[in-house]
């Protein structure tokens, strides 16, 4: 199993941005869905407004401006930053990395490490597992930590196992190291074999994009997209969370030697709020424990913890000691959890791009 315990790793800001463009689901899906389905939905999932990007807008302008303002409000010098992560499935280009061209718009010194990596609803905990392990080696002092999406350009308005889902969003969360951390622990896990339960079949090597890629197919499910959009095995995405979530929360607990009573809140990837009251229900965890924000800001992939905690947590993580497992699952199929204890984490107004 891999799994990880580090002591001297400390998340000392999160800021996150979301692009100044909110649309209402009844507005999105009027000409496609039937509103009392729409209806029906919302109070199932919990989303009442996703934000999509502006033209031009791209996964990169919302991680900049997320971590410039971070870098200002916990007052950094931007010189003693040495490693920036950059974790999302709609990087700017497929080459360079989009690492190098923040380190450039950041004013980030060339002795910045930099990375990125191609993962979706895991990625804020493996993002903080690197983060945790380049400090803790020695390797940086001062990391930035970018993670989100801007998902939306590939959903089909026409498919509504995702257009009610997925929205924009990215984070940035400053980590450091700290004498005075009281230690955080992880584990990870990985199932290929789901590969298909979510994915956008075309636009990479495997399947370049064709005129056939552009083609609208309908499913047996009526949903409308082409090979070019999202696609999402909602049921077995559901039965794979339902099964791996609740033992990767117990087994974190445990890694970190605590016990559940320990726990102050359960921070769960924001898929969506059936699934959610779910997964705590199957792992026993109080409903009080397990905040949810999807009406707020819809599934923002990888960025939704972090969205979680400014938006629901972030007066208690400033001022309190906030014991919480984290957990990512989703895409991949790739999960993982973390345990850790938030404390003096200055959390900035997201922002709206």
Not at 61 to 79: C, P, R, S, T, V
Request: glycine share 8%; hydrophobic share 40%; with cysteine.
């Amino acid at each position: 199993m891999a799994k990880a315990r580090f002591n001297n790793a400390k998340i000392k800001g999160i800021c996150c941005a979301v692009p100044n463009n909110p649309i209402l689901i009844e507005e999105m899906v009027k000409p496609y869905f039937d509103e009392n389905y729409v209806k029906k939905m919302k109070s199932i999932i919990g989303v009442k407004q996703l934000y999509y990007a502006k033209e031009g807008q791209t996964t990169s302008d919302l991680g900049y401006a997320a971590a410039e303002k971070l870098i200002a409000d916990i007052g950094w010098e931007k010189e003693s930053i040495d490693g920036l992560i950059f974790i999302s499935q709609t990087p700017d280009y497929i080459m360079p990395a989009t690492s190098c061209i923040l380190q450039d718009r950041l004013g980030l010194p060339i002795t910045t490490l930099t990375l990125d990596i191609n993962l979706g609803c895991s990625a804020y905990i493996y993002g903080l597992f690197l983060a945790s392990q380049f400090i803790s080696a020695g390797t940086c002092k001062r990391i930035i930590l970018v993670v989100g999406d801007t998902i939306s350009r590939r959903v089909s308005p026409k498919d509504k196992s995702t257009v009610l889902i997925f929205g924009d969003g990215v984070s940035a969360t400053a980590v450091e190291f700290s004498d005075e951390n009281s230690g955080s622990s992880f584990i990870l896990k990985t199932d290929g074999s789901g590969a298909n339960s979510l994915i956008i079949p075309a636009g990479s090597n495997r399947y370049p994009c064709t005129d056939e890629s552009k083609v609208e197919k309908k499913d047996d499910d009526g949903n409308i997209r082409a090979d070019e959009h999202i696609q999402m095995d909602g049921m077995g995405i559901f039965l794979f969370a339902l099964r791996e979530v609740p033992v990767i929360l117990k087994e974190v607990i445990e890694l970190n030697e605590w016990t559940s009573e320990d726990v102050d809140k359960v921070l769960l990837h924001q898929a969506n709020n059936f699934m959610l009251n779910h997964i705590a229900q199957k792992a026993d965890i109080p409903l009080d424990k397990v905040p949810l924000n999807m009406d707020s800001f819809g599934n923002t992939g990888g960025a939704t913890i972090p969205f979680l905690i400014c938006d629901k947590l972030k007066n208690d993580v400033k001022v309190r000691k906030l014991k919480v497992i984290m957990s990512g699952f989703g895409v991949g199929l790739s999960w993982g959890a973390a345990a850790m204890e938030l404390s003096d984490v200055f959390c900035s107004e997201i922002l709206f791009i």
